[in-house]
């Protein structure tokens, strides 16, 4: 991996992380920015550092705000899916995407994450 792509994922992280952090909490609806940087790397560097943004900033922001649970590997896997999808996505179109295309990978994107933080949270509350 090149410097240059190994410090844009690490900045994206780090902005993932943040995003995650300062989300608008209002009771059970969360409103976040946390999956644009995981989006616009999976874009641009394809499905591996789109899973690395997503795991690695989702982690962090999980320490941050909660701390290590049993369920905390699960919490990130919606974000690590949603950088698999759109990079998969990027890469199987040589990371030449139109304005169609692009709006259809980041709704699926967040279709699939909306889908497994509902799974999560609910199972959450079963074994919490």
């Given at each position: 991996m090149k410097t240059k792509q190994l410090t844009l994922d690490a900045m994206l992280a780090a902005m993932c992380a943040v995003l995650g952090?300062?989300?608008l909490d209002m009771g059970s609806i969360k409103i976040t920015f946390e999956s644009l940087p995981i989006l616009l790397g999976a874009m641009l560097f394809g499905p591996v550092d789109g899973m690395l943004i997503g795991g690695i900033g989702t982690l962090i922001y999980q320490l941050l705000r909660y701390g290590v649970a049993m369920l905390t590997p699960l919490w990130i896997?919606?974000?690590v899916l949603c950088g698999l999808i759109v990079g998969y996505?990027?890469?199987k179109r040589d990371f030449?995407?139109?304005?169609r295309e692009r709006i259809s990978?980041?709704?699926l994107a967040e279709l699939v994450v909306t889908v497994l933080n509902t799974g999560v949270l609910y199972l959450d509350s079963k074994l919490m």
């Open positions: 952090y300062v989300a896997l919606p974000y996505w990027a890469k030449s995407l139109s304005g990978a980041v709704v």
